[in-house]
Nanobody
Framework: QVQLVESGGGLVQAGGSLRLSCVASGRTDIISTMSWFRQAPGKEREFVAAMNRRTGATYYANSVKGQLTISLDNAKSTVHLQMNNPQPEDAAVYYC??????????????WGQGTQVTISS
């Protein structure tokens, strides 16, 4: 199995920056895709960004293109999400996801516990 632990969430001012991290452990050899999803209060969980850890290909939700950047440190089995110029609508619990299949945009079976991001205006 794969375990995922997120960190880096917190309170950030609108227009600032924040970097989320997610460390994978366990059977990391089976992971093909690592992704970020988010869920705001009263809304469904939505896809944010994904990266194929073998090819480096990335995929973003249209709503976050140019604002969020996903990156991967394969040696450390860590995926990051850089948030630049976050806005109040970006406030949510951000979840890390790992997929054994190379499918960008769809969640796999493994989830982290989530990290809260709060944006102050």
């Amino acid at each position: 199995q794969v375990q995922l632990v997120e960190s880096g969430g917190g309170l950030v001012q609108a227009g600032g920056s924040l970097r989320l991290s997610c460390v994978a452990s366990g059977r990391t050899d089976i992971i093909s895709t690592m992704s970020w999803f988010r869920q705001a209060p009263g809304k469904e969980r939505e896809f944010v960004a994904a990266m194929n850890r073998r090819t480096g290909a990335t995929y973003y939700a249209n709503s976050v293109k140019g604002q969020l950047t996903i990156s991967l440190d394969n040696a450390k089995s860590t995926v990051h999400l850089q948030m630049n110029n976050p806005q109040p609508e970006d406030a949510a619990v951000y979840y890390c996801n790992a997929n054994s299949q190379a499918i960008l945009g769809r969640p796999g079976d493994f989830w982290g516990q989530g990290t809260q991001v709060t944006i102050s205006s």
